[in-house]
């Protein structure tokens, strides 16, 4: 076994694969970049090197720079994590003429699968499924309109290099086809450095199910279950669970057979997943070859009790599988989400900036947390905005169904806009909950899985002022500690002669202001609503993030977190969030108008498609912004006269920049 090994990756899986050498008392070396200089891989790690700016360019993906940290570190092999440099053959021919192990495939292997052209052509000739289309070298663009004629519509389009959903369109009739190929050939060329791109049917409420394949230098090869990943939103994973709630045992074998087989066609050593597209009908397509480590491989390891980074280690060192195919048996079902910095409510806009609060479940048997930040880390602009992986595992899916929705309900984070109240709706979500969900389920129903409804139930609102009040209580008692106790002047209850004392309760809701009239105190209180609707709270207590209280005599008890005048509590299966304002604020008249388009976020501007003195419609696509990965569409916000454009192709912009300033309406 290795006594150290270099981890050229950072965040989240840096970490994990520190935990596992950890345990195995393998010295570990992190690398870093000018914006990761107090991440946590750095703090964790045994020893840490720097390798360049903060730009994945720069840092990350500087091949000779991390060989030079391994050599200067002593590292006797290097783990890539996933992304980045893990399925860059020419990195792994370095490592090997450097005398470095790489942890992974070897460079022939991950050749074979880097093309999805050629692997499929490779998957052709070992008889593994495939799904009509055109995978040829030939990408003149009237070339490809034919091919795409021939394969018939709907089709897809996919970058032939990479993966994640990049460079993937789906194309529904032929007229769509152009616009649709220079958008996939873009983001295909910013994302991997390869326009190609092979095109394919397009099979109509497809399951995504792909299996974790594992490989030795002996030839030996195992598959270890499969991961169904259909609930995406384009074609991004945000819900895995093992088992597959789709497969009978008769269509698991057979398509773990075929992963086996899709192997043992590139002498697959190390950890791999291969992935299927399955219809309806059960029918099944080989997808891809990821020649690395998964996201989501925590699930396989909850249900199989094993360490994936572990038997990586062990096959690198060169040692056999630790388990045959046989010895292979799962317990349980176990279901991943991830936690990320982004608005659900704004097209998912990836989001940057401190994490002010960040509060997730206890670990246990039943809940693991995989994650790169702690509470006060910042999520950069630079990298994915993934905060931590929410992982549970239990007797049956139902079960793990409910530890998921629990464990969700105890997450709590503030600075940049979390995706948890979306993922709280979807382990909701009938589609979820049946196991029906489909790829495009998600991108076809977005509506029922985001909170567009601003109303609050009347259960919640009357908790969250019972809790304010209490606060309030709580806090101004702690302002007259050393008074007089047996004085009426060292309460703060709203004491008034010859009545209950009146207080506002002013509190924002999803930026709503919301104000209730109060009376009473020590948890008895009379609240009137702004229509008059009066109820009486009685006996209300908040003991360990847990509001008790009888509200018209019926006892209700409700998870609750408060802390600095914020409450979040969940009632009616949703959770919702109260900021404590201001009993009485100024009106000041509404600023801004529909006569700009500013940048959202810092990113690189892609494509500018309008120009000065141009009329256009409410919604016209204006620009577009490459931010954190990712390719945003800018839109006119009314119809209307361009009157200037102050950014060009290729520039960098900040966040706020003026981007578009239309001229004024008449």
Not at 428 to 437: K, L, T
């Amino acid at each position: 076994m290795f006594r150290r090994i270099l981890i050229a990756n950072r965040g989240e899986i840096a970490c994990r694969v520190i935990r596992t050498c950890r345990r195995l008392g393998i010295e570990t070396v992190a690398v870093y970049s000018e914006a990761d200089a107090g991440a946590q891989h750095v703090l964790q790690a045994d020893m840490a090197r720097p390798i360049g700016g903060p730009r994945p360019a720069d840092s990350y993906l500087r091949a000779e720079a991390i060989l030079e940290a391994a050599k200067q570190t002593g590292a006797e092999a290097i783990h890539p994590g996933y992304g980045f440099l893990s399925e860059n053959a020419d990195f792994a021919r370095a490592c090997a003429e450097a005398d470095i192990v790489f942890i992974g495939p070897k460079p022939e292997s991950i050749d074979a699968m880097g093309s999805k052209a050629e692997a499929k052509a490779l998957m052709s000739r070992h008889d593994v499924p495939l799904v009509p289309g055109y995978h040829g070298e030939n990408q003149d663009t009237g070339h490809l309109a034919e091919q795409a004629r021939k394969t018939g519509f709907p089709l897809m389009i996919k970058a032939a290099s990479g993966g994640g959903g990049k460079g993937m369109r789906i194309v529904r009739e032929e007229k769509d086809f152009a616009d649709a190929l220079g958008a996939a050939q873009r983001e295909a060329q910013s994302g991997f450095g390869d326009a190609r791109v092979i095109l394919e049917r397009y099979v109509e409420h497809p399951r995504h199910i792909e299996f974790q394949i594992f490989g030795d230098h002996d030839g030996r090869i195992v598959h270890l279950n499969e991961r169904e990943c259909s609930a995406q939103r384009r074609y991004q994973k945000v819900l895995e669970e093992t088992p597959s709630p789709f497969l009978t045992p008769e269509r698991r074998a057979a398509m773990g057979e075929a992963a086996i087989a899709a192997a043992r066609a590139v002498d697959y050593v190390g950890a791999g997943t291969v992935e299927f597209i399955v219809g309806a009908d059960g029918d099944f397509y080989f997808m891809e070859m990821n020649t690395r480590l998964q996201v989501e491989h925590p699930v396989t390891e909850m249900t199989l009790g094993l360490d994936l980074v572990e038997w990586q280690l062990h096959v690198a060192a060169g040692e056999p599988l630790p388990l045959a195919q046989e010895q292979i048996e799962a317990n349980g079902h176990a279901i991943e989400v991830r936690l990320y910095a982004e608005d659900p409510e704004q097209n998912f806009l990836p989001g940057s900036g401190r994490l002010q609060r960040l509060h997730l479940p206890p670990v246990s048997e039943h809940v693991r947390l995989d994650s790169g930040v702690v509470e006060g880390d910042a999520v950069t602009i630079f990298y994915d905005p993934m905060i931590a992986k929410l992982i549970v595992h239990d007797s049956d899916r139902p079960r793990a169904l409910q530890r998921l929705r629990a464990a969700l309900a105890d997450c709590d984070i503030t600075g940049p806009k979390s995706n948890v109240a979306f993922l709280e709706r979807l382990a909701r979500h009938p589609s979820v909950v049946e196991g029906s969900i489909d790829t495009g389920y998600l991108d076809r129903h977005l509506d029922e899985f985001l909170a567009t409804d601003a109303s609050v139930p009347a259960l919640a609102l009357q908790a969250a002022a019972a809790a304010m009040l209490l606060e309030d209580e709580c806090r101004a008692a702690g302002r007259t500690a050393n008074a007089d106790p047996h004085s009426p002047w060292a309460r703060a209850d709203a004491w008034r002669i010859g009545h209950a004392g009146k207080r506002i309760v002013a509190l924002l809701h999803r930026g709503e202001r919301i104000e209730i009239e109060a009376h009473g105190h020590d948890g008895a209180y009379r609240l009137t609503d702004a229509e008059g609707r009066t109820s009486c709270i009685e006996h209300a207590c908040l003991v360990d993030d847990v509001l008790t209280f009888h509200l018209d005599g019926v006892a209700h008890r409700l998870p609750l977190r408060l802390e600095n005048g914020r409450a979040v509590l969940h009632a009616e299966g949703q959770r919702h969030v109260f900021e404590h304002a201001p009993a009485f604020q100024f009106g000041g008249e509404e600023a801004g108008g529909g006569n700009r388009v500013i940048a959202p976020m810092p990113g690189r501007i892609v494509l500018v498609k309008a120009a000065e003195g141009d009329t256009v419609s409410e919604g016209d696509e204006l620009l577009v912004m490459e931010a954190m990965k990712m390719e945003l569409s800018l839109k006119a916000p009314r119809a209307g006269r361009i009157e200037t454009i102050s950014a060009s192709e290729g520039e960098f912009v900040e966040a706020d920049a003026l981007l578009v300033q239309f001229e004024a309406e008449e």
